[in-house]
Structure formats: C-alpha cells, structure tokens
C-alpha cells in the first residue's frame, strides 16, 4: 500500500512514522523548504536555541511527551520561581498563584465565571462538540457576548478578553461560546492551559521542539520532498494523484494536514463536497507575532522576578523567561496576539521591536533596553500557515460544520491539530491526529 501525506508538519510526520512502521510506503509532500511547520527553530549567534513558534508541553500531553522519549527527545521546566508581573490600568503590580494583581471584587467574578464556564465545559463532548446539551444556544453566540451578559465589571471582561487573545490568538468577539468551551475541555480546562508549574506552559526541548520534526524527517530519507506545495488531489476507483509544483505522485490514499483555509486553495477532483468547502472558509487562523530579546543575563531573576507577565495595557499581553536551561544567557519571550498583532503586522520590524522592549522595561526595569539580539516572527505573513497558532471556529461552525472537520472525502484522510479532539490547536493534537489518521488508513485497507 502507498500513501501520500500533505504537510511535514508534526501531524503529516507522525502519521508517516506510524505508516511507515506498518509496512506502508509513504512520500510526504511538503511545501515550505523545511519541516516542521508552525514549530521552527532558531539559533541565536552564542549557539542558544529557542522556537518562533509553538515550544512548551505539559502533564495530559501524552502523545507529545510519548513521542518526544520515544525518538530520544528530552525536555526542561520553563523557569518558574518567583513573583508574576502585571500591568493594570498603567500600574505595575507583582502577584503570585493566580491572582493576576486584580481587585478583590473582580477576583471573586472572574473565579466564579471560571467556575461556570468550565462547568459547561465538561459538558461539550469532545468528539461531538455539536452535540453538546446546550450546542444550539452556545454556537450561537461569541464568548463576547456571553462575557457581557454574564459579568458586571469591565476588568472581569477585560481579564477574560486577555486571555482568550494569550490562547487563541484572537479575540474574544471572533470565536463562539461552544469553541471556546470545547477548547478548554479539550486541554484539560483553565488552569491548565494557562498554568507554567503542571500547565501547557510546564517544559520544552532540548535543542528546541523542531527537533522532533527533524529527526522524524531524518528517517524518511528520500520519501521525503521539500519545496513541492501541492496544488491539486484527484481520486477515482483506481486510487489518488496528487500533483505539486514539482511532480506527481499516485498513491491507493492520501492525508491531508495543511490548516483548514489552505486547503481551500487546492483543486480537488471530484470536488469537495458543499459542508466540507463551506468549512474550509469558515476555520480562521488566529494572528500572532512571537518575540525574544536575549540578555548576557537573566537579570529579572535578581529581583527575583519570573519572568512571566501580563499587560493588559501593552500590545505585548504575555511574556516569559525562555532562557536556555544551563541559565548561560538570559531570554524574554512575548507575544503580539489577535487584534494586537494584526495591527503590529503593519509595522516594521524595527518598530515592533521597540513596542516589545519598551513593554520589558515598564515589567522588567531599564535592564530590559539593551538585549544582545532580538528574533521574531510574524506568523500572519506565512504563506504556509496563514496566521496562529491555530484556527478558531466562530458562532454556527461547530454546529453547522463541524463533523465534517474529520470525514473521510472518498481515499482522504484530514488531520493536523484542528482536527484533535483532545490537545486541539497545540503540538499535541497534532501529534494524535496524524496517528488517528494513519490507524483509519491502515484499517481501510485491511477492510
Ligand atoms: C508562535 C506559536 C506558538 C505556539 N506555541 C505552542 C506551544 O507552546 N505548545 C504547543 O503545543 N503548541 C504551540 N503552538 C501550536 C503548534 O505549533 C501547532 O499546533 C502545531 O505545530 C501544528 O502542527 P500541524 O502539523 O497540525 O500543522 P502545521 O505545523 O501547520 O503543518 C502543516 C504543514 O503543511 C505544509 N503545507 C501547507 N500547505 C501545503 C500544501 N499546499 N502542500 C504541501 N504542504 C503544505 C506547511 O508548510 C506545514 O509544514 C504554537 C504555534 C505558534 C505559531
């Protein structure tokens, strides 16, 4: 049997490493000159190694995790000791545990509207999210309007609004009521996607998550084909053709891992069915600009500072220590995220990078201003991603459209993380839906 994967990704590798290992011959079909996709690598000019994009994993990421040991992988705790910092209607606060420096009043609203949101929550299934009890009422209305309705402080509004935007890469106004419950279900709930010590925020990789990319794509040796964007998929009795800018390849299936919106850009023969083209327009990609200034030290750790800060008055809203692990040099990270990093997009590069080391030293101190070097990446202009970290679904999607994220087209497969049920829009979900997407081809072809 011969399979042909779209996307070297973690979601296209994954699947081809289990493909492979079933005796399957696989040629994975890759559009960027690299592998890896929304994880990529940089080297700063002392040899540290940090991501410009996706780079932390944590407890309940068991694909992940797996994955990572099994390909002789390591990880190390993200720095995570001392106070939190935070900037609340221009004043600089430090906190620590989850208060986040606000009010009493609006603590206690934001602790129970936590508690009410992850209530519904546990409620969405994550196989079905359209088939949640109240699916109807919650897909159709945006987390905006039921933070207005529900919560009397603007600061409580505002909290919800800020991290929404630190972990969707969009805004509160764009994604519905069920995806955002869907998504908290799907990474464990709240504190969990949000939390360094045992949150998605807890450990990376040695030498950088890329890397599991890399040595997946290591052991494909020549079935392995970079720079071929492919630009059409064509099914009959007789199997699949697959053509690229380069090429063509026939092979008895095909799995599809590219973001939803970029696979509205090849041409399929047959065509796709209507609900599968209505949601390949309807899956947006959130917009973020990942920032990292390097430091000869990590100087906030003096003050004994963590190095991880919220601003809810900067378009920098998150940042984090991303030192190396021997702690040789020193590193903060932030994130231009949603309508922020829209509008930082238009920018230069040189203006973005003065807004980021101004928004450290109003955290941080006048340390903040000199960094050695500063490395980011706007994911907005990626060609082959298209915006991050992932896609979000807005009000009616899920309940219109949603079961068609993983249908079968005829000899198709989809994948990628938008397509996970647990772990969804992290390194994780990809992880497993690139597994799930090679078990049903193997068991077809048993079939
Ligand atoms: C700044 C940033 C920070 C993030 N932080 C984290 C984090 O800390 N932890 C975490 O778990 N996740 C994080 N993520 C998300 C995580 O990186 C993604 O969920 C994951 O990498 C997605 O993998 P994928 O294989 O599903 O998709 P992709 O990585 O998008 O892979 C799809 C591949 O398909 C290729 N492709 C696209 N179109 C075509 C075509 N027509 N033909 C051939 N190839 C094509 C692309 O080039 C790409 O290589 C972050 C992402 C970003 C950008």
Request: some cysteine; hydrophobic content about 40%.
């Amino acid at each position: 049997m011969k399979v042909v994967v779209v996307g070297a990704g973690l979601a296209g590798l994954s699947a081809s490493r289990r493909l492979v290992a079933s005796g399957v011959e696989v040629e994975v079909l890759e559009a960027r000159d690299r592998v890896g996709g929304r994880t990529l690598n940089h080297v700063f000019s002392d040899g540290s190694i940090v991501e410009v994009g996706g780079q932390w994993v944590g407890p309940t990421q068991d694909h992940a995790l797996a994955l990572i040991d099994e390909l002789g992988l390591t990880t190390f705790d993200t720095y995570d000791e001392g106070d939190y910092i935070v900037s609340l209607k221009g004043k600089i606060k430090k906190f620590t545990g989850d208060t986040f420096g606000l009010p009493p009043h609006v603590l206690v609203e934001v602790g129970i509207s936590q508690k009410r949101l992850e209530r519904m929550a546990a409620k969405v299934p994550l196989d079905e999210p359209w088939a949640s009890p109240k699916a109807a009422e919650w897909d159709g209305q945006t987390l905006e309007t039921w933070l207005r309705q529900h919560l009397r402080f603007e600061q409580s509004r505002d909290f919800w609004r800020a991290i929404t935007a630190a972990i969707f890469s969009a805004e509160a106004t764009e994604i519905s009521l069920l995806h955002f419950l869907f998504y908290c279900h799907s990474g464990g709930m709240l504190d969990r996607l949000m939390g360094t010590a045992e949150g998605a925020q807890k450990s990376r990789i040695v030498g950088g998550s890329q890397l599991i990319s890399e040595t997946m794509a290591n052991q494909l040796g020549n079935h392995l084909h970079l720079n071929e964007p492919v630009v059409s998929i064509s099914q009959s009795d007789q199997g699949v053709i697959v053509r690229t800018t380069q090429s063509e390849y026939s092979a008895d299936a095909a799995i599809v891992t590219i973001p939803q919106h970029l696979i509205g850009a090849i041409a399929f023969t047959p065509p796709l069915p209507t609900a599968r083209q209505q949601l390949v327009q309807n899956v947006p990609m959130g917009a973020v600009i990942k920032i990292i200034a390097t430091y000869d030290t990590p100087f906030w750790r003096d003050d004994k500072m963590s190095g991880f800060g919220v601003s809810l008055d900067h378009p920098v809203s998150i940042t984090f220590d991303n030192s190396p692990p021997d702690g040789r040099s020193g590193m903060l990270l932030g994130f231009f995220e949603g309508a922020h990093a829209r509008k930082a997009s238009s920018l230069s590069v040189q203006e973005r990078r003065e807004i980021f080391l101004n928004t450290l030293v109003d955290l941080f101190g006048p340390a903040a201003a000199s960094p050695n070097e500063v490395v980011e990446l706007d994911w907005t202009a990626e060609q082959w991603s298209g915006g991050c970290y992932g896609g979000h679904l807005g009000p009616g999607v899920w309940t219109q459209l949603g079961e068609e994220l993983t249908r079968p087209f005829g000899l198709i497969e989809w994948a990628g993380t938008e397509t996970a049920a647990e772990w969804n829009g992290y390194m994780d979900g990809a992880i497993s839906s690139g597994y799930l997407a090679a078990d049903r081809v193997i068991a077809k072809s048993r079939r």
